[in-house]
């Protein structure tokens, strides 16, 4: 695995640098590239055993679809047919963006990449190194989250170093620091009218609610997608660090009740409000990461928060959820629910 820095460097650098990672796509291997949500792991999506490579090495069972990425507009032609009128008016408004849409499929994408689905996810990066790569390989990019399967999604290189540094098949990380929003992508699907939100992500679903005139359904509890069909890949028990984790809506009530030597094994991750009162109340010897305080700054931290706590020399975590369940507040909690397995102290 050899990584390409493409930090500080223009335009014309960049292009020169990735070359040999496009090679790589072009002879049916992998590559981790950025986004502006999450680290990919990529592979020609037009290439069957290019992209099962990305099954194998992320322990991924083949009942969950891979996202395809496009590096302009009109290529989502090569990806998917019978696009319905509304959808032209999400892209003009959301795209290059953390949307990713589900659509018919193109009889030319691979079942392996749709899990056998006849419909396809499509998303479209802002990320500027994501794009040029994309264009470069001339090919529309499947790409997962460069993660193993059920663990935290790869926001930063130590991450990654982390879950594949002995992965053969994985030649090039493209790596241009840490990823911009930090959290997935909004997945809706398209095949229905009203849309459908399959996950919650870095593009918060009232602002579709607002272009699409509320033509949008929302799920119902935080455990929506585990019986839907047409996601089969959204699982319950996902996003998630080694140790046990538990979500604690009230920290400070809570170890109120907990002796100093328990309160020791335990990890705290939450914001920085409440790390500041533990602080105080318990003094400077917990071991305790904080996420921030807006949700935009808890989205793009709480990976690297978890892979932190995942990290330190004590037996459980305990997550604080996030105060506001609207907007990236609905992501942050799907995704803490689904870290924990919706494990509850109180
Ligand atoms: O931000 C992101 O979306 C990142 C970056 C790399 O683009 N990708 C990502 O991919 O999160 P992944 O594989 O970790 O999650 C993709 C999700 C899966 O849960 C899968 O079930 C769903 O997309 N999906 C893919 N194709 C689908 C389809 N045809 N119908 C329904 N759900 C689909
Ligand atoms: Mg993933």
Redesign the pocket.
Known sequence: MKIIDVRNKNKKEVRELLLPAVRTIKNGNLVVFP?E????LGADCFNPSAVNKIFLVKNRPYN????V?ISKISEIEKVAIDIPQFVHRIIKTFWPG?L?M?LK?HPKIPYIV??G?D???V?L?EDYIARTFISLCNTPIA????NIFTRV?ATDIEHIKKDFSYCKEIEYVIYSGRTKYGI??T?I?CTVYPVKV??Y??LEVEKIKRLLKENIEEPKRFFYNLKLK?????FKKHYSPIKPSFLVKNLIKFCSSLSKNVLQKITFVCSDTTKNKLIKKFGTKLPIIHYGDKPKEIAKNLYLCLTLAEDMNTEKIFIEPPKKLTGLGKTIMDRIVKATGNKWLK
């Open positions: 986004t949500t999450v680290y990919g969950n679809p891979l996202i990425h953390p990713s589900v499929k749709t899990s689905l419909t396809v996810c998303r990066p790409a997962p989250s460069a999604s997935e992508s997945i699907d399959l996950r992500g870095a047409k996601s089969p890949g959204l």
